[in-house]
C-alpha cells in the first residue's frame, strides 16, 4: 500500500513509499485512512528537524491528523464497518509512568511516550492502518470530511482545561481572552472561547483576508499587529505561534491573575533580549502565571468530539483551504498566506 515517509533528520526525504499491509499484531481494528491534515510539525518533520523514526527503521510514516473509515473490528468493540474514527497520535510509554498508567500520556512523566506520525511509531498517511479499539475515537457522521479538524481541535482542548485548572486556583471570573496566531490551533482556541461565552480577540500579522475574515465571523475580534494591542489586561493569553519574542510578549501582556498558555513547539536556539527582572516582577506582584501544553488525552478527544458537534459546520469547512491528493504530497507541504488547513487526500 503506498504511504508518504521521510528519514527524520534528513530533508527532502519525503517520498510516497510502498508498504506492507498493517500487521495484525498493531490492532484489532483495520481503518482505511481518508484524509490527514498537514501541520507545523509535519513540516518540521519533512525539513528534518524534528520527528523519530521507529525502533530499528529507517522511515517513519508521517501524519498524526486522522480521518479514517472502519474497514473490519472485532464484536463487542463498539466499532463497525463504515464507522468514522480518528487515531489517538500519543501512546503511553511502557514503564509506565504514574501518568501514562492512568491515562494521561499527555502528561508523560518519562519522556518514552510514542506519538504517531511523529515519534517512533508510524502516522496515518498510509492508506491502511490498525490499531486497538482504545487507540481511537468515534466521530459523529454528521460532522463527515471535518473530522479531520478533530485532532488539532483535542490539541486546544486540552490548553483550555490547563488554562480553567489554573485560573481556578483563586477565585476566578475571566471575561477577556486574547489569542496569538490565527493559523488553526489560534482559530480552533478562538471558537473555545466563543463557545465559553468569552470575549475574544486573536491577533495575527496580516490586515486583511481569510484569516481575519473567519475571525469576525466566528463572533471574535481581530487585531493586525501587536499582542499588547488587543485588549487591556486580558485574562487569558493563548500563545499559539512559538515565536520565542511573542512568547515573552504573552506574558508581557497578561492582566493581573492572568493565564498565559503556551501551545506552540518554539524553534531552539533563538536570542531574546528581555527586561527579565520586570517581566518576574510583574509575574510575582500580579500573580501571573505561564503554563505550557502539549498533546492530549482522551478526555481531550471526547471533548473536542463537543467541541465540533456544537460548531458552525459551515466556519468550519472554511478551516480547510486546500486537499491535495496523496500523489501531489509536495504541494500540501508549501504554506501559502491564505492557508489556514491544508489536508492530504489518502483514499475516497
Ligand atoms: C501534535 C501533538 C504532539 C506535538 C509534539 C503536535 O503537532 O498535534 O499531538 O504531542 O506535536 O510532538
Known amino acids: 500500500m503506498r504511504a508518504l515517509t ?7 526525504s519525503t517520498e510516497i513509499s510502498d508498504l506492507a499491509e498493517p500487521a495484525d499484531s498493531d490492532g484489532s481494528v483495520l481503518v482505511e485512512t481518508l484524509a ?24 517513519l510514516v508521517l501524519g498524526h491528523e486522522s480521518l479514517g473509515r472502519v474497514v473490519d473490528a472485532p464484536s463487542g468493540s463498539g466499532l ?12 503511553p510509554d511502557p514503564v509506565p509512568c504514574y501518568s501514562c498508567a492512568v491515562g494521561e500520556w499527555d502528561a508523560c512523566r518519562n519522556g518514552k511516550y510514542t506519538e504517531h506520525g511523529i515519534k517512533e511509531l508510524d502516522g ?17 457522521p454528521a460532522l463527515g470530511d471535518l473530522g479531520v479538524l478533530l485532532e488539532p481541535t483535542t490539541v486546544v482542548t486540552k490548553a483550555w482545561e490547563e488554562i480553567e485548572r489554573t485560573g481556578n486556583r483563586a477565585t476566578w471570573k475571566p471575561k ?27 491577533v495575527d500579522q496580516m490586515s486583511s483576508g481569510l484569516k481575519p475574515d473567519l475571525v469576525r465571523e466566528l463572533g471574535a475580534q481581530y487585531h493586525p499587529g501587536e499582542v499588547g494591542d488587543a485588549v487591556d489586561q486580558p485574562d487569558i493569553v493563548i500563545e499559539c505561534t512559538g515565536v520565542p519574542e511573542l512568547v515573552f510578549a504573552s506574558i508581557d501582556a497578561a492582566g493581573i491573575g492572568g493565564v498565559v498558555c503556551l501551545t506552540g513547539v518554539s524553534p531552539t536556539g533563538v536570542q531574546v533580549a528581555l527586561d527579565g527582572g520586570s517581566l ?3 509575574m510575582v506582584l500580579e500573580n501571573k502565571c505561564v503554563v505550557g ?56
Open 6 to 12: 521521510v528519514i527524520p533528520e534528513q530533508a527532502s
Open 280 to 282: 518576574a516582577r510583574s
Open 36 to 59: 490527514v491534515g498537514v501541520c507545523g510539525t509535519d513540516m518540521e518533520i519533512v525539513r528534518g528537524d524534528y520527528g523519530w523514526a521507529p525502533p530499528g527503521h529507517k522511515r
Open 80 to 91: 463497525t464497518r463504515g464507522d468514522l474514527v480518528v487515531g489517538i497520535v500519543r501512546r
Open 293 to 348: 501544553s502539549v498533546n492530549a488525552n482522551k478526555r481531550h478527544y471526547e471533548a473536542g468530539v463537543q467541541a465540533l458537534a456544537k460548531a458552525d459546520h459551515a466556519w468550519l469547512a472554511k478551516l480547510v483551504t486546500r486537499k491535495v491528493p496523496l500523489e501531489k504530497f509536495s504541494e500540501a507541504f508549501q504554506h501559502g498566506p491564505d492557508d489556514v488547513k491544508v489536508v492530504l487526500e489518502v483514499g475516497s
Open 124 to 140: 496515518f498517511m498510509r492508506e491502511r492502518w490498525r490499531g486497538e479499539p482504545d487507540a481511537m475515537v468515534k466521530v459523529d
Open 176 to 202: 477577556t481572552v486574547v489569542v496569538l496566531g490565527a493559523g488553526p490551533i489560534g482559530l480552533l482556541a478562538a471558537m473555545l472561547g466563543i463557545e465559553r461565552g468569552l470575549e475574544v480577540h486573536v
